[in-house]
């Protein structure tokens, strides 16, 4: 099977961009099927390997903190994290800096899982034949980090048009 990785080029930077946002989308889901393939059909989805890796990373953090993180509405990552903490995974914690909103933190449990988790993907990592070196996977990370922080920043709402109500009869 032939993968076309690069599309004929002019010397503009939106076309480079929009090129750098399409190959993000299709790894996106050549990592969703390699996600089952590792962890077996019914593993956790993305959403949910993400929510428990963030927490893993950052720590305790409040639901309203993991939806703003994640882009994603404070009902959908509460619902996820009340399913891991109906299966043991996660926890509640006191916040000290707020009474109502309480901190989720990972139990032993859901550090053992992410722990395979890590492991299983680092090991189909290592096995895969890729040809990049080292700088360029750092330069790649890098183009990709300034990519998702510019589009966070980005002011989206000046580029919507004005919309045209119609007069009240």
Do not use: Y
């Not at 961009?17 to 889901?29: A, G, M, S």
């Not at 077996?40 to 890796?53: E, F, T, W």
């Not at 492991?119 to 990370?141: F, P, V, W, Y």
């Amino acid at each position: 099977m032939t993968i076309f990785c690069h599309m004929k080029r002019n010397n503009s930077r939106t076309p480079l961009i929009q090129e750098l946002i399409e190959e993000i989308i299709l790894t996106f889901r050549e990592l969703r099927v390699a996600s089952s393939k590792i962890h077996g059909a019914g593993a956790a989805i993305p959403d949910q390997r993400g929510v428990l890796m963030e927490l893993t990373r950052l720590g305790p953090q409040t639901v309203a903190a993991m939806a703003r993180t994640r882009g994603a509405s404070r009902q959908h990552i509460q619902a996820l994290v009340n399913q891991f903490a109906s299966l043991g995974m996660v926890e509640f914690a006191d916040n000290p800096a707020h009474r109502r909103s309480r901190l989720v933190r990972l139990t032993n449990r859901g550090k053992v899982l992410t722990s395979k988790m890590v492991q299983a993907e680092e090991k189909g990592l290592s096995a895969m034949n890729l040809k990049s070196g080292n700088a360029q996977i750092r330069r790649a990370t890098g183009v990709l980090c300034e990519l998702r922080v510019s589009l966070r920043a980005f002011p989206w709402k000046i580029l919507r048009k004005q919309s045209v109500r119609k007069p009240r009869k």
